[in-house]
């Protein structure tokens, strides 16, 4: 167990929908980082948070968004969802902001019918 | 444009042997560089690392050797175990983590 929890572990939803996904980070971690998953492809790192601003971006499309909310946990909206957004997401902390070890949630499976 | 390439999708290994998980790189302003392995319905788990100013890195049964010439790293396990058997990315920090799509390792007992 990383210490990283992420809700839901499950998320069936339509074409042009929006979700949330939620991540709570291992205790006293600043950094929290998103990553997809998609078929076949590695981890795509999407955006980083420290300490409630948001610290690196990467290829994260214009649709998705993300916050760190002062408790720490990140959520990621999603929005206007395509049949291309079915992914694995997961989302990882570490102590900082430079960190190279990541410890990661077990993920949010994200099917877009 | 991949970054971190791991060319081997799967490996098939006998208990007790030698495993070597391979991986090449294009990005010189890699500093830092990763393993992780992945068990299915899992987070991956970070397993071992090494900087770029050393050449190797050893934690027990694995050991991580990094070629800047030639911008390839290899992942060492000996022995291999069952338990060892995963999915196993390769990973590069510039920051931020930039991730091979992973080896499928099979230990066969």
């Known amino acids: 167990d990383s210490g990283v929890t992420q809700t839901p572990k499950h998320l069936i939803t339509a074409t042009g929908q929006r979700v949330t996904l939620r991540c709570s980070p291992r205790s006293g971690d600043l950094s929290v980082y998103w990553y997809q998953q998609s078929l076949d492809q590695g981890l795509q790192f999407l955006i980083q948070y420290y300490n409630g601003e948001e610290r690196a971006k990467g290829n994260i499309l214009e649709r998705f968004s993300a916050q760190q909310f002062p408790d720490l946990h990140s959520e990621l909206n999603l929005s206007s969802l395509e049949l291309g957004d079915s992914a694995l997401y997961f989302c990882?902390?570490?102590?900082?902001?430079?960190?190279?070890?990541?410890?990661f949630g077990p993920g949010t499976r994200l099917t877009v019918t | 444009d991949q970054q971190v390439k791991q060319n081997s999708p799967s490996l098939s290994v006998q208990e007790g042997r030698i495993s070597i998980l391979n991986c090449d790189y294009t990005n010189s302003m890699f500093d830092y560089f990763l393993w992780y392995k992945k068990y299915p319905a899992e987070g991956p788990t970070f397993l071992i690392s090494i900087s770029s100013i050393k050449d190797k890195n050893e934690d027990g049964r694995f050991t991580v050797f990094l070629n800047k010439s030639a911008k390839h790293l290899s992942l060492h396990i000996v022995p291999s175990q069952p338990g060892d058997s995963a999915v196993y990315f390769c990973?590069?920090?510039?920051?931020?983590?930039?991730f091979g799509k992973g080896t499928r390792l099979s230990v066969i007992a």
């Open positions: 990882a902390s570490s102590a900082d902001y430079l960190s190279y070890e990541q410890y």
């Open positions: 990973a590069a920090s510039a920051p931020p983590l930039v």
